[in-house]
């Protein structure tokens, strides 16, 4: 069974910086890329970032809301994806979840959700 | 950016209904659309992607089309689990963008 669970959720100042883990099993995990995707409380969804796998370099995609300032990385050894969130600002507040992608063509569509970690910036 | 367009942004349904939700693309994306349900407090669940083909275990009476750039969701015969937010989303480029979302109530 493909399970996915994030992990490192919670209240940060402004400014401050968090971790997010998502810890993945039922999967050859150094097989796919791996995407976090956001939802502010009352909102739609939003995607984050892209982590490709080992054969594309582990390369990565950002949206520009948060380019610069989040990085997202990949440990296959501990079948784990980490989004490393620095300068936090009030509008990042949102659950956050990590999604396992499959491929589509030339393309890459989220086929397995976790259940999500919820990020709160407040002062 | 390619913008994701959904309508209606909320339908009333009874169970047993055919509903059909429209999604928009603001320039080709070579139907890699999908498509997803979120119940309250829970994470999306997908459904469909390459616009119309059904992700393992949904039920057959979920159904995807395109046309250009105009995707359509269709629930056959509305069941009560159903009711939800639908979201699509294209994956044919970056940033990946989603839909406004449709909220499914009950009538």
């Known amino acids: 069974e493909v399970q996915l669970v994030e992990s490192g959720g919670g209240l940060v100042q402004p400014g401050g910086s968090l971790r997010l883990s998502c810890a993945v099993s039922g999967f050859t995990f150094s097989d796919h890329y791996m995407d976090w995707v956001r939802q502010a409380p009352g909102k739609g969804l939003e995607w984050v970032g ?6 594309y370099s582990y390369t990565t995609e950002y949206a520009a809301s948060v380019k610069g300032r989040f990085t997202i990385s990949r440990d296959d050894s501990e079948n784990s994806l980490y989004l490393q969130m620095n300068s936090l600002k009030t509008e990042d507040t949102a659950v956050y979840y990590c999604i396992r992608d499959a491929p589509d063509r030339d393309g890459y569509y989220f086929d397995y959700w976790g259940r999500g970690t919820l990020v709160t910036v407040s002062s | 950016d390619i913008q994701m367009t959904q309508s209606p942004s909320s339908l009333s349904a009874s169970v047993g209904d055919r ?3 429209t999604c928009r693309a603001s320039r080709g994306i070579g139907n890699y659309l999908a498509w997803f349900q979120q119940t309250p407090g829970k994470a999306p669940k997908s459904l469909i ?7 393992s275990g949904v039920p057959p009476r979920f159904s995807g089309s395109a046309s250009g750039t105009d995707f359509t969701l269709t629930i056959s015969s509305l069941q009560p689990e159903d009711f939800a937010t639908y979201y699509c989303q294209q994956y044919n480029d970056y940033p ?12």
């Open chain 2, 49 to 55: 992607y390459a616009a119309s083909s059904l992700q």
């Open chain 1, 50 to 55: 892209r982590s490709r796998h080992k054969g």
């Open chain 2, 96 to 107: 990946l963008t989603f839909g406004g979302g449709t909220k499914v109530e009950i009538k």
């Open chain 2, 19 to 21: 509903i059909t939700i």
